[in-house]
């Protein structure tokens, strides 16, 4: 078998369990429900990832287009809007880290989870500027630290300060977007910054940023794709659609590293030295949420509950189509 019949096959499969169970469901629905809100996928992206990549392929366009469905791209700068954008209903689909999602069911959105790419925890980091006295995650100690609250680079810090024996109440957390970080951080109104590609590339490239500590061996750092619920039991075939190619790219990014930057580079307006940084460290391979990273999803948000950062403990299974923990097992 070759290599790429094999990558389809693999692709088949796991799309197939993504899936399989949204099938059954939609055959259980009216027709009339089936048929509802086709028109039209919203999707919410970043500055990172697959869906960039889509995006700038302009294949999921194509694929949709023969089933009568258009595509709306949105921009978001961090994961946490654009989960409000999901829980609000401006956009149908998108793709976060690990803790937007835990913030937003605490919150009390209406979404499920409906994928995720492998874990890549080199993708987020601590930053310090070039000439930082900071040598030690321990240094950390009363410094003033950006990040962007409610974000994967949150339950970063929150590990990082685990592993030095520092608690959080003894750090000056400054809540800040990614673009409103990096001008604190230049300007050196803060003392270090967690952040994720492409803006940790940027910074290191650009600013000469040094990493302080970045995700390995601290957090798995899962990409997430997410869908309204309302949205995930209405169009199970349009998300199917939405994921196979998601998949498709998956496979085609692995092996055109070249290509890759060249893409994110258009997309994001960053420098392709920026861009082919952040994919080096980027894992690729859509697969379903697994029992083991919804547990992992669970460590997180009893992370962030027994800190009170979340309103209310919450069980992160409850954010699953409840055949889908069928399909994954």
């Known amino acids: 078998m070759t290599h790429r019949h094999a990558q389809r096959l693999s692709r088949r499969t796991t799309l197939g369990l993504l899936f399989a169970a949204a099938g059954v469901m939609a055959a259980g629905m009216p027709v009339a429900a089936q048929a509802q809100a086709k028109a039209e996928v919203r999707i919410g992206y970043q500055k990172y990832g697959t869906l960039t990549l889509l995006k700038g392929r302009g294949t999921l366009e194509k694929r949709l287009a023969e089933q009568g469905v258009g595509v709306k791209w949105t921009e978001f700068p961090a994961g946490p809007v654009l989960l409000e954008g999901l829980n609000v209903g401006s956009i149908d689909f998108g793709t976060v880290g690990e803790a937007p999602p835990i913030f937003a069911q605490a919150a009390g959105a209406n979404l499920v989870y409906v994928g995720n790419e492998p874990a890549s925890p080199a993708s987020e980091a601590i930053v310090v500027p070039k000439g930082s006295g900071l040598r030690t995650l321990a240094d950390l100690k009363g410094k003033k630290i950006a990040l962007n609250k409610g974000s994967n680079v949150h339950y970063l810090l929150l590990k990082a300060l685990e592993k030095a024996g520092v608690a959080y109440a003894d750090i000056q957390p ?42 390995k061996g601290l957090v798995a750092n899962y990409q997430f794709y997410l869908a309204s619920r309302t949205y995930a039991e209405k169009n199970p075939e349009i998300l199917r659609i939405v994921l196979d190619e998601v998949a498709k790219v998956d496979d085609w990014g692995r092996n055109n590293p070249e290509e890759v930057a060249t893409i994110l580079s258009a997309q994001t307006g960053l420098g392709k030295d920026v861009v082919a940084l952040a994919a080096s460290r980027y894992a690729y391979g859509v697969k379903p949420v697994s029992v083991d990273v919804i547990a992992s999803q669970q460590r997180v948000a009893d992370a962030f509950s027994s800190l009170k950062l979340i309103p209310k403990p919450i069980v992160v299974k409850d954010a699953l189509l409840p055949v889908k923990q069928v399909a994954t097992k």
Request: proline share 7%; net charge negative.
């Open 174 to 215: 400054v809540f800040l977007p990614p673009a409103d970080a990096r001008a604190a951080f230049e300007r050196g109104s803060v003392d270090a910054w967690a952040i994720w590609d492409p803006f940790l590339a940027a910074a290191e490239k650009q600013l000469g940023a040094r990493v302080l500590a970045d995700g």
